[in-house]
């Protein structure tokens, strides 16, 4: 069943985007997880292409492209990534809105939408569970840690397993002392901190080594890499830290619970985080009202594997087998990130249309 209707009746225009892209867009703001699991390849002339491997930066760059100042979008078509099990393609539908201003209007507007597209697949009994990476944001922002340790934190977040390592490993002392190591000539230009003189002496080694820049990352990144993964080796113990930050991962409360329990985490760690609070319990009390007789939670450790999303998260779950049917969130900075000249709000979702085709093809046999 295609969403079209339901996606025109909510002001949304269909954009027809194109199956390989320029690869350095998805590299640059999608994030690890996405970086391992594409299909790069080498363009005529030398350029880094890929199979699309999600649909949100396509239609941001659209978006870009149109000079529009504000636009509703919905597709439908394969997205391609590696996965240790199971298709490398995924047919996906979805919807985007850029450049509204009214966020949480915005924010429950799609999340209402995405819960009728779910329904209109043929799902009918849901879970939806809502984060919000702002509100960690914030927690890193108050807490004394060293900066190659927030970033690498704030990846981490809302991939569970990456999380509990880098906590355990921060907890028994950092990087325990360990660094990774150079020629000298590397060493002496990394010792500097300068980003741009390390970037400078990788690029004559590459060129002298015949390094080929579509094989991974250029001198630039790796050297930004490098100085953040030395800062982050060379930390000393914090476990003051990591009980604070396992105590607020595991804060879950319904949404007319949540400020209660962030005075209580208040009053246990000494952090207030009333100010983003606040935006995400309002927030909450107006999805709430799009979504009656929805079984909604929020989970402060709930993140979605993508570095473009700034503020509140979502996934729909079928109730029955707890498979991802749909999710989505706010990426208020990257179309900025992607050279929008200012700041422009987005907020999007997809729906994963492969289980539920499925499953009514089951059922009609």
């Not at 690498?152 to 990774?180: I, Q, T, Y």
């Not at 473009?308 to 900025?336: K, M, P």
């Amino acid at each position: 069943m295609s969403l079209r209707p339901l996606f025109e009746a909510a002001g949304g225009a269909p954009v027809d985007l194109p199956v390989l892209w320029a690869a350095d867009p998805f590299l640059e703001t999608a994030g690890e997880d996405i970086r391992r699991r594409m299909f790069v390849t080498e363009g005529p002339s030398g350029e880094r292409l890929a199979l699309r491997p999600d649909f949100t930066i396509p239609v941001c760059l659209t978006h870009l492209a149109s000079g529009a100042e504000t636009g509703r979008y919905f597709y439908e078509g394969l997205v391609f990534r590696r996965h240790d099990r199971g298709m490398a393609e995924r047919a996906e539908t979805g919807f985007e809105v850029i450049g509204e201003g009214e966020r949480s209007a915005v924010d429950a507007e799609l999340l209402a939408l995405a819960v009728e597209g779910v329904r209109r697949t043929g799902l009918a009994e849901m879970r939806l569970r809502v984060g919000d990476i702002g509100l960690f944001a914030a927690l890193l922002a108050a807490l004394d840690l060293p900066a190659a340790w927030r970033q690498r934190l704030r990846r981490a977040f809302g991939a569970e397993a990456k999380m509990h390592a880098l906590l355990s490993r921060l907890r028994d002392g950092g990087g325990n002392g360990a660094r990774p190591a150079l020629t000298p000539e590397l060493e002496q230009a990394a010792a500097t901190g300068e980003k741009e003189l390390l970037a400078a002496q990788l690029a004559e080694r590459f060129e002298a080594e015949g390094y080929q820049p579509f094989a991974g990352r250029d001198p630039q990144e790796i050297a930004a890499r490098f100085l953040e993964q030395r800062d982050f080796y060379e930390t000393t113990t914090r476990g003051g830290e990591v009980k604070v930050l396992e105590a607020f991962l595991s804060i879950e409360a319904a949404p007319q619970t949540l400020a209660e329990r962030l005075a209580e985490f208040r009053r246990d760690h000494g952090i207030d985080l009333s100010e983003a609070g606040e935006r995400v319990t309002r927030r909450l009390a107006k999805l709430e009202r799009r979504g009656k007789g929805l079984d909604i939670f929020f989970s402060a450790g709930f993140g979605r594997p993508l570095d473009y999303y700034t503020g509140l998260v979502f996934e729909i779950r079928d109730a029955a087998t707890g498979r991802a049917a749909a999710g989505g969130g706010r990426y208020d900075r990257l179309l900025e990130m992607l050279g929008a000249e200012r700041p422009i709000p987005a907020a999007g979702f997809t729906i994963d249309l492969g289980r539920p085709a499925a499953a009514r093809a089951g059922e009609a046999s």
